[in-house]
Every structure is written in C-alpha cells, then in structure tokens.
C-alpha cells in the first residue's frame, strides 16, 4: 500500500535488530519453514510442498523494500530454496505486491506452478508482455464475491480458504480485490497471509465463521494490524497461533520496533510453522 498508516515511519529510523520470539526459530521437526523475502513476499516450505506469497514485485513507492536482485534471480530461475514451487498466491495488484510482466516471465519459465490470484491480476497479465492464453489453465482465479472460497491443489497437499478483506486505506482502496488466503499444507501446517488487509473490525467480522472453522498455527498480517490492535487481537481475531508482521517499511516505524511483537524485517530471515500442544 501507499502508507497511510506508515506515518511514523518517516519520524523515525531505527536499525535496532528485532528479536524474534524464542519458539519462532525453524527448528528440524517443524512441519513447515517461512522464509521472508522482502515486504509481503514469503516462501512456505513444507518439505516437497512450497508456496509462495506476493513474491513477485517492482515497486517500492520508496518505503518498502524489494527483493534483492540475487534472491529474486533464483527464484526466476527455481534454484534452492525456490525449486519445486507447487502455487503462488497473489493478494492484490498493487506494485509493491504483484508485477503482471514479472508473473507471465515466471509461469513461462515453470510450467507445472499454479497461480491463486485475484481476477484483477489475470486482467493486467493478460494486457502486459508475456502473456499466454495457455496460462489459463494453471490459474486458480477468485472472484470478487464476500463468501469464503476454497481450493484443493497439488492433490490435496494444499489446502485454501480464502476471503475478501478490503485494503487498508478506506473507500479510496475499495476497488482493489485484497485477498486473505488460509492455507494448510501437508494437512501439517497452517499460515495466512492478508495482503494489505484493513484494520477495520467489521471486516472481521463479517468472516468469523471462517476464522473460526480453522486454527492458523502462524499467521502473517500487515504490520499495521498488530499496532492497531495489538499482538494479543490480532491472534483471537484471526484464529492464529503464532503472528509475524510483514509488509514493514524500510524506515521501521517505531510502533515495530518498539513492538515485544514479532516482524519479518530482514531478506532471508525464517521462522518455524508448527502446531502447539493443548500445555504450550
Ligand atoms: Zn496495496
């Protein structure tokens, strides 16, 4: 999003490094590792199984970062850890989330991954280079409905409930399609990832039924979620375990970094995706 929250960003800047929580490191018999690239793009391995989120973008709008250009190049080029990518979701068109020549370029190059996305994304692709008509067979595209839609991919090992959420930043945003995406990989581990989701409640609201029908054992909001509601909402709300904030300013706002919280604030850190016991 352009910040309209990230206000305090441009007040501050800090380059104190944030602790993640001690459980939130990959441990060898977590189901499923998160690696962070930059902004909202974040890879979920889950052995064989690999997804990824917003992972290809171009714009920073000068706030937020990109991904490094070695990174970005291996996972055009599907080396480790970006090898054997089953699906990639996509939350919303907006450019620092969804690049439509960058997307065609990466479904040319890998022609078994599947892409969820908004129908806005299939309209940009389709008018920038690049484009295939026989994409449109790998595409998984949600309609702008309110109802939760759900998905089987990659014969079963990924499951998708996904909502409508609309973007952070009030009527101005209302025509962008924002998608919250639940998924269970494995049927071991479960994330979300928000796009730029509104801290409005009633959008919350709206959908308790489907926050409600599943535990999400780590979840990955838009950092303003988390300053807005606080860290102990953000978890009852979304039915989540474990929370990292993403989309984070280059300039780190000091309601992050002042944060006990976690973030995701650095290209290439990972955090552990496991289920708790009923006593942790
Ligand atoms: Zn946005």
């Known amino acids: 999003m352009k910040p309209v929250i990230a206000l305090a960003a441009s007040l501050i800047c800090v380059s104190a490094a944030l602790s993640a929580p001690v459980d939130a490191h990959p441990v060898a018999d977590?189901?499923?590792?998160?690696?962070f690239l930059a902004n909202e793009a974040v890879l979920i391995e889950a052995g064989e199984t690999k997804i990824l989120f917003d992972p290809l973008f171009t714009n920073s709008y000068n706030t937020y970062p990109l991904i490094p250009a070695e990174m970005k190049a291996a996972m055009m080029a599907g080396e480790a850890p970006f090898d054997g990518v089953d699906a990639v979701f996509v939350s919303h068109v907006h450019g620092d989330h969804f690049d439509a020549e960058e997307m065609n370029a990466y479904l040319a190059r890998h022609d078994t991954v599947?892409?969820?996305?908004?129908?806005?994304?299939?309209?940009?692709?389709?008018?920038?280079?690049?484009?295939?008509?026989?994409f449109?067979?790998?595409?998984?595209?949600?309609?702008?409905?309110?109802?939760?839609?759900?998905?089987?991919?990659?014969?079963?090992?990924?499951?998708?409930?996904?909502?409508?959420?609309?973007?952070?930043?009030?009527?101005?945003?209302?025509?962008?399609?924002?998608?919250?995406?639940?998924?269970?990989?494995?049927d071991a581990a479960t994330v979300m990832h928000l796009g730029d989701a509104t801290p409005d409640m009633p959008a919350y609201d709206a959908h308790?039924?489907?926050?409600?029908?599943r535990r999400?054992?780590?979840?990955?909001?838009?950092?303003?979620?988390?300053?807005?509601?606080?860290?102990d909402?953000?978890?009852?709300?979304?039915?989540?375990?474990?929370?990292?904030?993403?989309?984070?300013?280059?300039?780190?706002?000091?309601?992050?970094?002042?944060?006990?919280?976690?973030?995701?604030?650095?290209?290439?850190?990972?955090?552990?995706?496991?289920?708790?016991?009923?006593d942790d």
């Open 136 to 186: 449109d067979a790998r595409l998984r595209i949600m309609p702008f409905v309110s109802e939760a839609q759900a998905l089987s991919l990659a014969d079963g090992a990924i499951e998708v409930s996904a909502v409508h959420i609309p973007h952070a930043g009030g009527p101005g945003r209302a025509h962008i399609q924002n998608m919250a995406y639940r998924v269970t990989l494995n």
């Open 208 to 213: 308790a039924g489907h926050f409600a029908e």
């Open 233 to 278: 909402t953000v978890r009852a709300r979304l039915n989540a375990e474990d929370i990292t904030g993403i989309h984070t300013p280059i300039r780190l706002p000091i309601e992050v970094t002042a944060s006990r919280e976690d973030f995701f604030t650095q290209s290439g850190e990972t955090r552990g995706i496991h289920p708790h016991s009923d």
């Open 114 to 134: 599947i892409l969820v996305a908004p129908h806005q994304a299939r309209l940009e692709m389709q008018s920038a280079a690049g484009w295939s008509d026989a």
């Open 216 to 231: 999400t054992d780590r979840a990955f909001p838009p950092y303003w979620l988390i300053s807005r509601w606080g860290g």
């Open 30 to 35: 977590d189901p499923a590792t998160a690696h």
